[in-house]
């Protein structure tokens, strides 16, 4: 019996980004590749290899300002080659392409200067 899916807690944006991804348990070494679309946290991204369900690699942006360690929530086989993989951000550093609305201050205390370090 399939379960119906999740809903997103918010909107992926279409947008091409040159990624590197490294930490495949089988096919060691880096893949430059991009995405198909975003959001604050996570991809959809195109690989040539397979990923399992939950695995765990290394995502940096090209130029690198980003990197992240990400795990796996699906992987798709793409119709001639390669893959399409949902990855979700789970430490990231640097500046994404979008905003993390979690991560930043509440307005009221970002325009009072009211901020807590």
Avoid at 5 to 26: C, F, N, T, W, Y
Avoid at 77 to 91: P, S
Wanted: proline share 8%.
């Amino acid at each position: 019996m399939k379960l119906p899916a999740i809903p997103r807690r918010e909107k992926r944006v279409p947008m091409s980004i040159a990624l590197q991804l490294a930490g495949h348990a089988d096919m060691p070494g880096i893949e430059t590749t991009f995405t198909e679309n975003v959001s604050s946290k996570g991809a959809r991204v195109h690989s040539v290899r397979p990923w399992r369900k939950n695995e765990r690699l290394w995502v940096s942006s090209l130029p690198g300002g980003f990197r992240a360690q990400a795990r796996v929530a699906y992987c798709q086989a793409q119709r001639g080659q390669g893959f399409a993989v949902g990855l979700e951000f789970l430490n990231p550093t640097g500046d994404w392409v979008i905003d993390n609305p979690e991560h930043e201050l509440p307005k009221a205390a970002s325009e009072h200067g009211n901020h807590t370090s």
